[in-house]
T-cell receptor
């Protein structure tokens, strides 16, 4: 278990620029999640993949956000035309389908985005 | 709306004091409940989970939680905290019929040596 890996750890960008984050889940995990966390709040669900299929997406997610998991392994989260309100910690988590389907999420260290 | 709420946002305790952090969930059906901990500078880690069966679940580092269905609660407890328990604690739930895990706002615990 090498853990969930996220890259980069920090990203500073100017308003209006596009940014892309990468997540490498634990190798045998077929579920992958993206969450966003701001100061004083718990992680907020953005989207979920089972293998390469994006099965659930938050209604709060604007059209500027897109996520992919093309081969069912790593995933990318792109934010287009960034706004200052996008500044947050973006968390990736993975899990595996088990018998009773109660497997917990394993989180990465996150990517901290600052939009200036 | 489905939600998970935590009542204590900041808790300060002295070492050896007992800890109880409140968590309530607001959804029906099968409950999948979790407590996560985030130590300073580290990623979220699972403390314990509850799916069914014995409502008193034990986790790592001496933590336990009790599921009380009638109160829609899943409170976290530890009989005697240590300075190393200083961290932020998140309660989470996954309602049946969705793969979305819903998190509470977190409780920041500071243990004084």
């Amino acid at each position: 278990d090498t853990g969930v890996s996220q890259d980069p750890r920090h990203k500073i960008t100017k308003r209006g620029q596009n940014v892309t984050f990468r997540c490498d889940p634990i190798s045998e995990h077929n579920r992958l999640y993206w969450y966003r966390q701001t100061l004083g709040q718990g992680p907020e669900f953005l989207t979920y993949f089972q293998n390469e299929a994006q099965l659930e997406k938050s209604r709060l997610l604007s059209d500027r956000f897109s996520a992919e998991r093309p081969k069912g392994s790593f995933s990318t989260l792109e934010i287009q035309r960034t706004e200052q309100g996008d500044s947050a910690m973006y968390l990736c988590a993975s899990s595996i389908i088990r018998n009773r389907d109660n497997s917990p999420l394993h989180f990465g260290n996150g990517t901290r985005l600052t939009v200036t | 709306a489905q939600s998970v709420s935590q009542h204590n946002h900041h808790v300060i305790l002295s070492e050896a004091a007992s800890l109880e952090l409140g968590c309530n969930y607001s959804y029906g059906g099968t409950v999948n409940l979790f407590w996560y901990v985030q130590y300073p500078g580290q990623h979220l880690q699972l403390l314990l989970k509850y799916f069914s069966g014995d409502p008193l679940v034990k986790g790592i580092k001496g933590f336990e939680a009790e599921f009380i269905k009638s109160k829609f609660s899943f409170n976290l407890r530890k009989p005697s905290v240590q300075w190393s328990d200083t961290a932020e604690y998140f309660c989470a739930g996954r309602p049946s019929g969705t793969y979305k895990y819903i998190f509470g706002t977190g409780t920041r615990l500071k243990v004084l040596a």
